[in-house]
């Protein structure tokens, strides 16, 4: 039960994180995009912004989609769920978490291979190393992993609903 309430607080503080980070994320590309409109409409056009405002919005997914994660917010098929109960519904939940960790664990694995093999490719506009953005594979990967053990020792240990 110890490792359980660690997992539970490095999971909720690891969300804690990841939403301010999002926030951030999201604020500086309004701002960013909000001043290439500007610049555009009245000087010379920012050649650095488009690039990074998309550069955002990928760390923003993938950032994003762990907060949802953790929150049980992603679009799901609740007919299995809603038909049984009990033990048949928490093995239902627990099967789902343990194939959504397959899948983040396979997009950690080429996450890290695409760190790799862009290591040295430099982005276009900016001239950054690609690897950095790649890098949010694995680490968005990560936070999605751990969100789902985290759902599965609580659906395992804990008596409350854990559909949300």
């Given at each position: 039960m110890i490792l359980a309430?660690?997992?539970?607080?490095?999971?909720?503080?690891?969300?804690?994180?990841?939403?301010?980070?999002?926030?951030?994320?999201?604020?500086?590309?309004?701002?960013?995009?909000?001043?290439?409109?500007?610049?555009?409409?009245?000087?010379?056009s920012l050649s650095w912004s488009e690039e990074l405002a998309r550069y955002m919005l990928i760390w923003l997914t993938f950032i994003g989609a762990g907060c949802v994660h953790k929150r049980a917010g992603h679009i799901s098929i609740t007919l299995f769920q809603n038909i049984f109960s009990g033990k048949t519904r928490k093995a239902f939940q627990i099967l789902t978490q343990l194939l959504c960790i397959i899948v983040f664990a396979v997009a950690i694995y080429y996450g890290f291979s695409y760190m790799q093999l862009m290591g040295l490719q430099l982005s276009a506009a900016m001239r950054i190393p690609m690897r950095y953005i790649y890098a949010v594979i694995p680490l968005g990967g990560s936070v999605l992993l751990l969100h789902s053990v985290d759902r599965i020792v609580r659906i395992c240990f804990h008596k409350e609903d854990t559909t949300k």
């Open positions: 309430r660690y997992l539970q607080k490095t999971s909720d503080a690891v969300d804690r994180v990841c939403t301010v980070i999002t926030v951030i994320l999201l604020g500086t590309m309004s701002i960013v995009t909000f001043l290439q409109i500007i610049c555009r409409a009245f000087f010379t």
